[in-house]
């Protein structure tokens, strides 16, 4: 049986590589299928979530952020480059989002300590089920939004200092003391 | 992958399943509400032009929740002196309606009529031929002259009393539910659990799609099938939901935060109450999509004109605001403030055109032609 690649359904590449399938998934969702969109959110809307919460520590702006970020990739994406994968270019997406939701409570913070209610506070993070995550979650922000983005959401110190606006050496830096300070958390 | 890599990629962050079970119907809406690429190359321009605007709009208003705070605090302050309304004068004309223990007022271009004894809320049917009245558990509706016309009771108080917008039936919440009854009385029947906010009827092409709120759950259901259209979660119980004139975008006000939604119920935009303070009421006006946003900041009140992404902060009121309405041609705002009406022309583009303000009679309700 001869198959459309561009007319396939996701489900006929189920035991393709997975860059194959994600190829396929990007066409779907531009035809406009939803089963494309499922397959999408499903394989990398959590990662985005997990890395807006540990960049902002915050659930509500959390999902506000990886929710805006996925639709707005879906929006955006007649204009996606279909030879490069989907999920770094919905990573990228949603740390800006993120990045900027973290500077613009930094800002905010000086002005009135309201939203510092709606961080969670240092007992919760310790207790949550997951002792890497929670150890991530403790460090500072200038430690952890470069942990973050290095090895959950895989960007290059490069990349990092870029989203950052900061030179690189600085982000080497703070990933260095990062990756110490979760060490000695760890052991 | 490094092995701490390895570990964040399978940790499961707080709250990730629950965003993740509110998020996925809602980007499978979105996409069921685009046309496909090759059904829009079929039908070029006519289908794309449509398409392009709502992305364009949901790219303007999906911005990062630091970029909304900043543009929510403007510099372009108005604060007039409000100038009193002579006493047989209503700018804006039509009628509006305040009730209280006072009782029911109408006032017109000839001055304010009590027209009905002590209720709690009211509302003109569309075309301003009746008016629905709450007192306690009762739901009554009056003439413009007070005879009146037909009441029903409950159990539990009934509140939030809504005409659909032909004026076939009225939706009211009362015990937890949310009731309708048709506009000459008959056929009470619940609809739905709901609670909190005020019901809205969708302005869309059938009238019969009704918004509610049942917890934190913003609902949209079809009063004929009973068919729940969708369900979106917002993170707190809305005040209030006020749909845009062409039906496509809702308001949804919660205390620390706003969310628009589209008409299958995708969150567009969500923005955060700057810190100190609290959203207290809004609306999208008659026509178009600006919309207008009360804020409160201890005892005094803000009042935000909003036009897509730009928004000026143009009054500040010395006073809680308990209510807003738009006039029947969308060109005049009234605010409640304690025992007073404010009546402002809102200008979306420059500010504020006119304050005036008269004594309420009571707490600020409707206005009818």
Redesign the interface.
């Given at each position: 049986m001869v198959v459309d690649a561009d007319t396939a359904p996701v489900v006929l590449l189920r035991n393709a590589p997975r860059s194959w399938r994600e190829r396929g998934a990007v066409r779907a969702?531009?035809?406009?299928?939803?089963a494309?969109?499922?397959w999408l959110?499903?394989e990398h809307?959590?990662?985005a979530?997990?890395a807006a919460?540990?960049i902002v520590r915050d659930?509500?702006?959390?999902?506000?952020?990886?929710?805006?970020g996925?639709?707005?990739a879906?929006?955006?994406l007649?204009r996606f480059d279909r030879a490069r994968p989907f999920g770094p270019w919905l990573r990228r997406i949603v740390a800006?989002?993120a990045i900027?939701?973290?500077?613009?409570?930094a800002?905010?913070r000086e002005?009135?300590?309201?939203?510092l209610n709606a961080l969670?506070a240092r007992e919760e993070l310790a207790g949550?089920?997951?002792d890497?995550?929670a150890a991530?979650a403790l460090l500072p922000d200038e430690q952890r939004i470069p942990?973050?983005l290095r090895?959950?959401l895989?960007f290059t110190p490069g990349e990092i200092a870029e989203l950052l606006d900061l030179p690189r050496g600085t982000v080497n830096s703070r990933l260095r003391r990062g990756?110490d300070a979760?060490s000695e958390a760890l052991t | 992958m490094s092995d701490l890599g390895r570990r964040l990629r399978h940790a499961r962050a707080p709250g990730e399943e629950a965003a993740f079970r509110r998020a996925h119907p809602l980007a499978l809406a979105l996409v069921r509400a685009a046309p496909s690429r090759r059904r829009r190359r079929r039908r070029a321009l006519r289908m794309l032009a449509p398409v392009l605007a709502a992305l364009l709009v949901a790219g303007l208003l999906l911005t990062s929740a630091g970029a909304d705070v900043r543009s929510w605090i403007s510099d372009a302050v108005t604060t007039s002196k409000p100038e009193p309304v002579r006493p047989q004068t209503l700018p804006g004309g039509g009628r509006l309606l305040t009730a209280g223990r006072d009782g029911l007022f109408v006032r017109t271009a000839q001055g304010p009529h009590r027209i009905f004894g002590d209720v709690g809320e009211a509302a003109w049917s569309p075309r301003g031929l009746f008016v629905a009245v709450t007192r306690g558990i009762e739901l009554i509706v009056v003439s413009p002259r007070g005879e009146r016309r037909w009441s029903l009771h409950h159990r539990a108080p009934i509140r939030h009393p809504a005409w659909a917008p032909i004026g076939y039936q009225i939706a009211y919440l009362s015990g937890g539910g949310v009731h309708l009854v048709d506009g000459d009385g008959s056929d009470d029947a619940r609809l739905a659990a709901a609670d909190g906010a005020a019901p809205v009827w969708r302005p869309a092409r059938s009238h019969s799609q009704l918004t509610y709120a049942r917890g934190r759950t913003v609902v949209l259901s079809d009063t004929i099938d009973r068919r729940v259209l969708f369900a979106t979660r917002a993170a707190r119980r809305p005040l209030a939901l006020s749909w845009s004139a062409d039906g496509k975008r809702l308001l949804v006000l919660e205390r620390d935060r706003i969310q628009l939604l589209n008409q299958f119920g995708a969150r567009l935009h969500t923005s955060h109450a700057p810190a100190g303070t609290h959203n207290v009421t809004g609306m999208f006006a008659r026509t178009g999509r600006d919309w207008t946003l009360v804020r409160g900041q201890g005892a005094s009140s803000r009042l935000l004109l909003v036009n897509g992404q730009d928004t000026v902060k143009v009054l500040e009121l010395a006073g809680r605001v308990d209510g807003v309405t738009y006039s029947p041609r969308g060109d005049w705002l009234a605010l409640g403030v304690g025992r007073s009406v404010w009546l402002v022309r809102p200008g979306y583009h420059a500010g504020l055109r006119g304050v005036h303000t008269m004594p309420a009679h009571g707490r600020l309700m409707d206005w009818a032609p």
């Open positions: 969702a531009l035809r406009g299928d939803a494309g969109v499922d959110f499903r809307w959590p990662a979530y997990r919460w540990l659930e509500a702006a959390a999902e506000d952020i990886a929710q805006e996925f639709l707005a879906l929006g955006a007649e800006r989002r900027d939701a973290a500077r613009a409570r800002v905010r002005v009135g300590a309201e939203p969670p949550l089920p997951d890497v995550l991530v942990i973050a090895h959950l895989g990756l979760l | -």
